[in-house]
């Protein structure tokens, strides 16, 4: 990070209002040649093409014979915008070796679904039509394969499918796993494909760079909920929105990553193993659980700063005398200095990243929250511009000083703050 000397207090995070910002797509320039073999997901095909071209992607769907029971290519040239290629004796390019052709201008050949069957052929080298041709004459070092099978839960059970997961994950395909519950079949299990949305994440994170591969990370994210009684209690604004992109930018990235999530409504990221909590108590319970084996721990959580002294076994009724009931309050444990206190974050094994959520005055606040907390790094923002809203701005400090990140979504700052901590790992 370039680190500016801040001299004096300034107006900071007014920067473009969010109706302004350019929209980014992120699979722009990137050209998938998607794939289609036999099985009934091929109807989920439809909707993850629609999704890679509405990501910015431009699609070449190629389908198996078996695809084509399924679904029909009009379908796929409608949502691709491009007429689809089925034959290996297809004679529209000049040289009439479409294989060739299509497997070469690709970024990523991405197949889905992808068949017991085709599975088996992909381990073999078979290369009797043109997807297993292509996926055979691709150049390895600069076109990956990605494989969403499909099938039955017996089928993708059985040793013989297992074999050839092993094989072709060490032929140094990605396999991007299957779904899990109710099958076309009836039965119920593991082996469907997996949503497109969650293939269109996969996607996304396969082209991120991956500046965290192999590091732990822990992140708190979303309010707290303060009980008074089974009916009621405190909490705040924060939608985890923040945090949760964190997850996924860090995720994307390569880490393994723990979220210790307050009560939220947001879509878990795929691949980031999710701790649900409810007080600040059982937040920091679950940190402390975890945390042993963190190299990086980011509090993006909006933890209540007090908690109702005592929790009243039944619902608090008014006693017609007109006045509230007294409640006394006590301060819960702060879990970002408590956790930054450890001797793993002591020594920078343990990377502590807080944030502050504030109202005015950011940079002094930030500054003298940073030194509180005894944090390398903290990522200020204004609080009540920010909760509930799928962009922000912010502000990094560290002991040098700061610097603003201007007004984005909160994935691209997540994506933003992840690649600043993973070059300040490496640098320490
Ligand atoms: N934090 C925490 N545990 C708490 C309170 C805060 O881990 N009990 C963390 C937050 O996740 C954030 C940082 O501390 O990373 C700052 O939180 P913030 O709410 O901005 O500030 P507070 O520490 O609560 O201080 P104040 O309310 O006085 O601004």
Known sequence: MEIIKVRRPRPVLRTLPSATLPAMKDLAGKHIVLGLTGGIACYKSAELCRLLVKEGATVQAVMTQAAMQFITPVTMQALSNR???ASQWDDRPANNMAHIQLSREADALLIAPCSADFMAKLVHGGADDLLSLMCLARPLDRVPLLLAPAMNREMWAHPATQRNVAQLTADACTILGVGVGDQACGETGDGRMLEPHELLQDVVAFFQPKSLAGKQVVITAGPTYEPIDPVRGITNLSSGKMGFAIARAAREAGASVTLVAGP????TPRGVLQVNVQSASDMLAACLNVVPAADIFIAAAAVADWRPATVAEHKIKKDGSGSPPKLG???NDDILA????????????MFCVGFAAESQDLLQLATAKRA????????GNIGPATFGQDDNALLLVDAQGAREVPRNTKLALARELVTEIANRIKRA
């Open 329 to 331: 309050f006590v301060e």
């Open 372 to 379: 509180k907390k005894g944090v390398p790094l903290l990522v």
């Open 338 to 349: 408590t956790i930054a206190k450890m001797p793993r974050a002591l020594s920078g094994d």
């Open 83 to 85: 007429t689809v290629y």
């Open 264 to 267: 939220v409504a947001q879509p």
